[in-house]
Nanobody, 124 residues
Framework: QVQLVESGGGLVQAGGSLRLSCAAS????????MGWFRQAPGKEREFVAG????????YYSESVKGRFTISRDNAKNTVYLQMNSLTPADTGVYYC?????????????????WGQGTQVTVSS
């Protein structure tokens, strides 16, 4: 059983920044890819960013590329999402998720454990 706990969400003005964190339980964190997803009201959950188990490979959705950075610290069992130049379109609940393999994926169905989510609200 893996537990994922997100933190760092909040209310920010457009153009501002936030850093999300996701702490994972377990001793084999480095074996698994991690991803960040988000869900806006009335919309499906969408992929935001993913990182391989080693941290070498990183992937981003087109909508966040160049503004968001995913990283991980395997010694701390933590994955991060640095979000810069935020816009109201970035508003939603952000979830971190664990994939059961070391390589990343973009579909929510490819992830087996999820955090409870953290709200990000960007005001105009």
């Amino acid at each position: 059983q893996v537990q994922l706990v997100e933190s760092g969400g909040g209310l920010v003005q457009a153009g501002g920044s936030l850093r999300l964190s996701c702490a994972a339980s377990g001793r084999t964190f480095y074996l698994y890819a991690m991803g960040w997803f988000r869900q806006a009201p009335g919309k499906e959950r969408e992929f935001v960013a993913g990182i391989s188990g080693s941290g070498i490979r990183r992937y981003y959705s087109e909508s966040v590329k160049g503004r968001f950075t995913i990283s991980r610290d395997n010694a701390k069992n933590t994955v991060y999402l640095q979000m810069n130049s935020l816009t109201p379109a970035d508003t939603g609940v952000y979830y971190c998720a664990k994939r059961p393999v070391a390589t990343t994926g973009v579909s929510p169905n490819e992830y087996d454990y999820w955090g409870q989510g953290t709200q990000v609200t960007v005001s105009s």
